[in-house]
C-alpha cells in the first residue's frame, strides 16, 4: 500500500458535478423529499449487487446480518444517517462513483435543471441521485468498506469544489462491517426530517417497495421495519390497487408522472415469468442517447441481475418495469444473456404483450394512448423501421398529422379515401408547417386526398421500404413519377383549367436543361403541380430527398441530384418559351425556377449573391 493510498487526499470534482452541486446546494426546489428516496434507492442497489455477486463467491456475504437499509436520525448531532450491509465501495470507486458523472448527456441534464422549476422528475431519470442530499445536507461523510475487503475509507465534501478521501477511523471502521454509511449533517432549514413520520411519509409513499427491509432506527425505542419489502410484481392483481401500481412505478422507474399505461401479468408454461411494465406519460431527457438502451430490470427468483438485458426492442425502450424469471439460472453471465433462448422467447413473447396491451390502450383509453403517442410516437416508429414482423400493429398504432388533422389513424385516412383513390400518399419533410406549404401537395390537394405529413426524422427510414397498410401501398408525392388524374377534382374550375394553353413541352425542358447542366438529373413536366411553377422530386429507385440530407448531415452518404419538375402551364414558364433562346431572360429564369424550389424545401440557393442579382433584373425588367 502507498503513501498516497494511506493519507487524506484532497481532489477536485469533475467540473460538470461541481455545475451540479452548485444547483444542488443553493436548491430552489420546492420538493427535496427525493433526496431520501435517492439514498434509499442507491442502499437498495448495492444489496441487490452484493446478493447477486454472492451467487459466485458466497464467502462475500459470509455470517452477517440479512442484507437491509437504516435510517438514523439523531437530533443532538443534527444528522441523519442512510446505512446498508451491501457491497461496499473501496477507495477508487469512492472517487469514481461520487467525483464524476460518467453518463453522457450530463450536460444537457444540467442545463434542464437550470431551466426547470422544480427539479423533482429530473434528478433520478439522469443518475445523479446522490448528489440530490446536497439540498439538505451541508456536509455528506460516506464511510464505505466493499465485501470481503478490509480496509475502510471515508468520503468528505460540502458541496464545494472538491472533495477528501481518508482512511476511516477506528471507531468509524467499528461502525461499518461491510456495506456505506451516508451521515449528512443537515442544513437548519432541513431538521424536519430528523422526525419519524416524516422519514416513514417518505419511504411509504417512494420506496415501500424496496425489496430489503428499511429500518428506522429512533433515537428512543427499538428498531423497527417501515416498508413492504415485498416484490409487488409476484403479487396478484387483485390485491393490488392503482395507488399500489403508481408508487411501484415510480420508484422502480425513479419517476414522479403518473404511468399511462401499466401491464401485470404472469406467464407460465414452457417457461414461468413475471411482468410489470409502465409506459410514462413524461419523456425522460435520454430517450434519444445513441445506445437506445432499455430500462427494464431483470430479476430470477427475486434477486436483482441486470438492468441492461435488452428485454424489449429498442423501439419500445421508453417502458420501464421488471421482468422475474423462474427459471433461468441465478449466476447467469451478460454473454449468456445475449443467446441464452429462455430469454430470447422472453423477449418475443413480452414484446407482442406490451404492442398488444398498446392496441388495447389505443381503443379502449383513447386519452391515455395519446399521452403516450405524444412522448413515444417518434421512437415507436423506429419499429416500422426494424421489426418486419409487427410492422402491420405499428403502422395500425401510429397516428400522424395530415392534412385533414392531427393524430390520425391509418385506419381513418383509408376510410376516407376518394373516388378511385388506391394508394394513401405522404410527404417527409423537417417540419410540418413547411410540409403544409410544399408544392408538391397541390394535385392532391385539388382532388380533397388527405396525405400524411411526416416531420419526425425516423420517418425518412421507414418510408424509405416499401410499406403498405390493409393493402394499401403507401406512396410518396415526393419521389417518382405521380398520376392523379383518375382521382375527380373537388373543384370544376380547376377541370377547365386543363385547356388552358400550356408552354411547348419538349422546347421549353430543352432550354431549362440547356440552362441548368448539371444541376440536376432530369427536367420533367408535372402532375403535381397546379399553382406553383416548379418542385424538386427524387427518382423512384433512390433515396428520398430528406433521407438524403439526414444521411449528408452525418457523413453517410452524399446527395444526388434531385429532378426539377415545371408546371407547363405556369406564366414564369410559358414566358421561357416566349423569350429568345439563349438570351439572359431564358438563363434568369430557369434558374430561378430550381433555387424557388430549393427555397420551398428549406434549402438555400447554391449562391445566394447571383441569386439576389437574378432576381433583381428580372423585378427590374418587369417593372419596366
Known amino acids: 500500500m502507498t503513501t498516497s493510498d494511506t493519507a487524506t487526499h484532497t481532489q477536485p470534482f469533475q467540473a460538470e458535478v461541481s455545475e451540479l452541486l452548485h444547483l444542488m446546494v443553493h436548491s430552489v426546489y420546492s420538493e427535496t423529499d427525493i433526496f431520501l428516496r435517492e439514498l434509499v434507492s442507491n442502499a437498495s442497489d448495492a444489496c441487490d449487487k452484493l446478493r447477486y455477486e454472492a451467487i459466485a463467491s458466497p464467502a462475500l456475504l459470509g455470517e452477517g446480518d440479512a442484507l437491509k437499509i437504516r435510517i438514523i436520525p439523531n437530533r443532538t448531532a443534527t444528522t441523519l444517517t442512510i446505512a446498508d450491509n451491501g457491497i461496499g465501495m473501496e477507495r477508487q470507486e469512492l472517487i469514481d462513483h461520487l467525483g464524476t458523472i460518467a453518463r453522457s448527456g450530463t450536460k444537457a441534464f444540467v442545463s434542464k435543471l437550470k431551466e426547470a422549476k422544480d427539479g423533482l422528475g429530473l434528478i433520478g431519470q439522469f443518475g445523479v441521485g446522490f448528489y440530490s442530499a446536497f439540498m439538505v445536507a451541508e456536509k455528506i461523510v460516506v464511510v464505505s468498506r466493499r465485501a470481503g475487503e478490509s ?10 469544489s472538491g472533495f477528501e478521501i481518508a482512511r476511516a477511523s477506528e471507531e468509524e471502521a467499528a461502525r461499518v462491517a461491510r456495506g456505506t454509511e451516508i451521515v449528512l449533517h443537515l442544513k437548519d432549514d432541513a431538521k424536519k426530517y430528523l422526525e419519524t413520520y416524516e422519514i416513514e411519509r417518505i419511504v411509504s409513499a417512494y420506496s ?52 399511462a399505461m401499466t401491464l401485470h401479468y404472469r406467464a407460465e408454461g414452457r417457461y414461468s415469468y413475471a411482468v410489470l411494465l409502465f409506459a410514462p406519460s413524461t419523456k425522460p431527457f435520454d430517450l434519444f442517447e445513441p445506445n437506445r438502451k432499455g430500462r427494464v430490470k431483470l430479476y430470477v427468483r427475486r434477486v436483482f441481475i441486470t438492468d441492461d438485458a435488452d428485454l424489449l426492442p429498442g ?36 414484446a407482442t404483450r406490451v404492442v398488444n396491451e398498446l392496441e388495447t390502450l389505443a381503443e379502449k383509453d383513447a386519452e391515455n394512448f395519446a399521452r403516450i403517442w405524444d412522448a ?48 394513401i400518399y405522404y410527404l417527409v419533410g423537417d417540419s410540418i408547417e413547411r410540409l403544409k406549404s410544399s408544392p408538391r401537395l397541390e394535385a392532391a390537394t385539388a382532388r380533397g386526398i388527405e396525405v400524411l405529413l411526416l416531420s419526425d426524422p425516423v420517418d425518412a427510414f421507414w418510408t424509405s421500404m416499401p410499406t403498405e397498410f390493409e393493402g394499401k401501398p403507401l406512396k410518396s408525392l415526393s419521389q417518382g413519377d405521380l398520376n392523379l388524374d383518375l382521382i375527380p377534382r373537388v373543384d370544376e374550375k380547376d377541370e377547365a383549367k386543363k385547356d388552358e394553353p400550356e408552354a411547348d413541352e419538349a422546347a421549353t425542358i430543352a432550354v431549362i436543361k440547356a440552362t441548368l447542366g448539371e444541376r440536376v438529373s432530369d427536367v420533367k413536366a408535372s402532375t403535381r403541380l397546379t399553382s406553383s411553377a416548379s418542385c424538386l422530386v427524387a427518382d423512384s429507385q433512390g433515396p428520398s430527398r430528406e433521407l438524403e440530407r439526414i444521411l449528408a ?8 441530384r434531385p429532378i426539377l419538375e415545371i ?26 425556377l430550381l433555387e424557388q424550389a430549393q427555397i420551398l424545401d428549406g434549402e438555400l440557393p447554391e449562391d445566394p449573391a447571383a441569386f439576389a442579382a437574378r432576381l433583381n433584373r428580372l423585378v427590374l425588367q418587369g417593372l419596366g
Not at 323 to 337: A, C, G, T, W, Y
Open 151 to 160: 480496509d475502510v475509507w471515508t468520503w468528505t465534501s460540502s458541496g464545494g
Open 208 to 259: 415501500d417497495n424496496i425489496l430489503f427491509p428499511i429500518e428506522l432506527v429512533p433515537e428512543e425505542g427499538e428498531p423497527r421495519q417501515i416498508n413492504s419489502a415485498s416484490a409487488l410484481w409476484q403479487r396478484s392483481k387483485s390485491e393490488l390497487s392503482t395507488e399500489d401500481y403508481k408508487k411501484a412505478y415510480q420508484q422502480i422507474a425513479s419517476a414522479f408522472d403518473d404511468p
Open 315 to 350: 423501439y419500445l425502450r421508453f417502458i420501464r418495469g421488471v421482468v422475474d424469471s423462474e427459471d433461468l439460472p441465478l449466476n447467469i453471465s451478460r454473454e449468456m444473456l445475449q443467446n441464452n433462448p429462455q430469454l430470447v422467447q422472453i423477449r418475443k413473447a413480452v
Open 376 to 423: 413515444f410516437g417518434a421512437v415507436l416508429k423506429e419499429g416500422i423501421y426494424e421489426d418486419f414482423e409487427r410492422r402491420e400493429k405499428l403502422l395500425a398504432l401510429s397516428r400522424f398529422t395530415t392534412t385533414t388533422g392531427e393524430k390520425r389513424a391509418l385506419k381513418d385516412v383509408v376510410a376516407d379515401f376518394k373516388p378511385n383513390q388506391t394508394e
Open 553 to 560: 448531415q452525418q457523413n453517410r452518404g452524399m446527395r444526388t
Open 567 to 592: 408546371n407547363l402551364r405556369h406564366p414564369m414558364v410559358t414566358a421561357i418559351t416566349r423569350a429568345q433562346a439563349g438570351s439572359k431572360t431564358v438563363d434568369d429564369l430557369s434558374l430561378l
